[in-house]
């Protein structure tokens, strides 16, 4: 036994005393020693290689060429692709062989159920659906390319977002949410990682993973903690246009603010915080804003869901409705001119 040089484990490594037992077995002796794990992972990478290169071969005769990754998650991947056409999209991949067999079946559910949903809408401002194809363990979805990225990846590099801007952007927003719910369809994971941007800064909602029919309540908990509605946390039966609804506030917050209204890294203390209206706008933010969108914010973070607005009821708003621009405008300017 000795220490590989290669992952600092205990192995029997084969030195050149080993060159009659080993030959046979087709492997090759290098200066200092090759360990077990060492060959079996150079062995795993050479099958990776070809796996990939006899995939792109498959995708490429259907006239789809992969590009560079331009995200990753927890089984899955973005790339930039060409189409047939050679418009440039986006697609992403999702690899079955990351995945337990329960994780697989929860896949193989909301998938198919999100291709569904998905290919029902249709609307400037949702990401648009072009192919999906599945080759050996891999799922390829093939979409509108958002070169703009994600809302949170500008925000943290850009800081708030003006309310003139987020206005705009809101409002984009919210008319996706509204084609979605009026064909009965509720997103429930509403977050600003899944609202993409456009090359010229337009809206574009994306993943429907969860998405979901509305004939009757919800009892399914999903979405990220710190977008969810206090009903979700508490697991109760839920309505998920409602629950569309409170995600869009904790959107419109952190869009003004660059800050999020409740940290989800306690959930007991996360949906007290929720049930007491536990939150506030930051200093910062509170200089600059409107009093129309704090207004606005506060409506939607109603806890009680009965209370709260519909994504009609929030298009409808004073904010966001047209005779509101002057009258917002003109208090933005007074209190930065302060």
Known sequence: MTICPGCSRSHHCFRHHDLNHLVPMGLR??????????????QRKKKRSSYEKRTNASLKSFGYDIGKQIGVGAYSTVHEAYSPTQQRVAVKIIDKRKLVASSLRILSKYFDQEM???????????IKLFDTMEVGSKLYIFMELAEGGDLLEF??????ISETRSKRLFRELCMAVYHCHINLIAHRDLKCENVLLSKDMKV????????????KMSETYCGSAA????EIIQEKPYNPMLSDSWSLGVILFT???ATMPFEETNLNRLVTN?????????RHAIKILSEEVMELVADILEPDAKLRPSVTQIIE???LSPSAVRKTTASSTAKNEV
């Not at 002796?29 to 150079?42: D, L, P, T």
Request: aromatic content about 14%; hydrophobic content about 35%.
């Open 155 to 160: 925000i943290n590099t850009h800081g708030l």
């Open 255 to 257: 869009m003004v603010s």
């Open 274 to 282: 929720q049930l007491r209206r536990n939150w506030h706008f930051p």
């Open 317 to 319: 708003s004073r904010w």
């Open 204 to 215: 574009k909602l994306s993943d429907f993973g969860f998405a979901c029919y509305c004939h």
């Open 29 to 42: 002796i290098f200066k200092s020693c090759v360990c077990s794990c060492v060959y079996e992972e150079r």
């Open 227 to 230: 977008y969810s509605a206090p």
């Open 116 to 126: 569904q949903i998905q290919s029902k809408l249709d609307d400037v401002n949702i």
